[in-house]
């Protein structure tokens, strides 16, 4: 077989059964516009109401900005191959996709750690709190993180640009992804994974311990309130973002807890529904049924709709 480095690939979705297609294309469906919708009202109630402009919500509209666009680099072209049975996609659509969505799943990894400080401050440390989390502060952690993912995506494409492939090569996969296209590779990928590995090692490993190691601050602290009413009250503020961080988290260490270049199993394509799609899409619904602020501002916001209407 041929070798190229700009070939065609052939997206397989998540069946090589074609009578589960029309099963799988609803679901999609059904959790795409489910995802769209929450994430935009959650950005809508957050925006329209000042009593939300606050640090933490501030991060939150962040992560729901990420979410929609995250949902938004996989489900579209997930859902062609299902109608059409047509998964064909170019090297240069492939890279592109491969780049936004690194782009977006780093945000994701990197607001949660950033999230996760936000909490630590304001429990650990309340009266400094708004001294500590200004909205400049907030701003340089926010585009910083858009930095640094636009800057690891960019080193994995440019390594993946590098290498040739077989041509007319079928990716067990419904999106593009570096395992697959790794695995699919005839160059020698070895220094490839080798650094792909410390990237989102150094990323992955440094969002995680900023994670644990400010939950392990804040579980210390609220240790030491001596009312039962206060700690319930200390932790509730925490207790959707850490849904969040367990669900995230889980989902990524099952898929990506090997070699890059082995081949990808069922198991990993289930783990990565959850991570692409089912977790952005739950991630709205978390925080607005276990936050009062949040339904009080929706239902506000779609009260002052409809009298408008």
Known sequence: MNCS???DFILLGLSGEPEKWQLFFSIFLALYLLGL???????????????????????LSQLSLVDLCFITTTAPKTLET????????????????????????????????????????????????????????????????WGVAHCVS??????????????????????????????????????????????????????????????SCIFYA????PSAQGK?????????????????????FATYLKPPSSSPSSGEVVAAVMYTLVTPTLNPFIYSLRNKDVKSSLRRTLNMEKSHK
């Open 5 to 7: 480095q700009a070939p």
């Open 222 to 225: 609220v240790a030491k309130v």
């Open 232 to 252: 319930r009250k200390a932790l509730a503020t925490c207790s959707s973002h850490l849904s969040v961080v367990l669900l995230f988290y889980s989902t990524v």
């Open 82 to 145: 299902l109608w059409t049975g047509d998964g064909s996609i170019s090297f240069s659509g492939c890279l592109t996709q491969l780049y936004f969505f690194g782009v977006f799943a780093d945000m994701d990894n990197l607001l949660l750690a950033v999230m996760a400080i936000d909490r630590y401050a304001a429990i650990c440390h309340p009266l400094l709190y708004p001294l500590v989390m200004t909205p400049c502060r907030c701003d340089i952690l926010v585009s910083g993180s």
């Open 154 to 215: 960019f080193v994995y494409a440019l390594l993946l640009s590098q290498l040739y492939f077989h041509t007319n090569q079928e990716i067990p996969h419904f999106f593009c992804d570096c395992r697959p296209l790794l695995w699919l590779s005839c160059s020698d990928t070895h220094l490839n994974e080798i650094l792909m590995m410390a990237l989102a090692g150094v990323l992955g490993i440094s969002a995680v311990l900023c994670i644990v190691s400010s939950y």
């Open 37 to 59: 919708l929450g994430n935009l009202l959650l950005l809508l109630a957050i925006g329209a109401d000042v009593h939300l402009h606050t640090p933490m919500y501030f991060f």
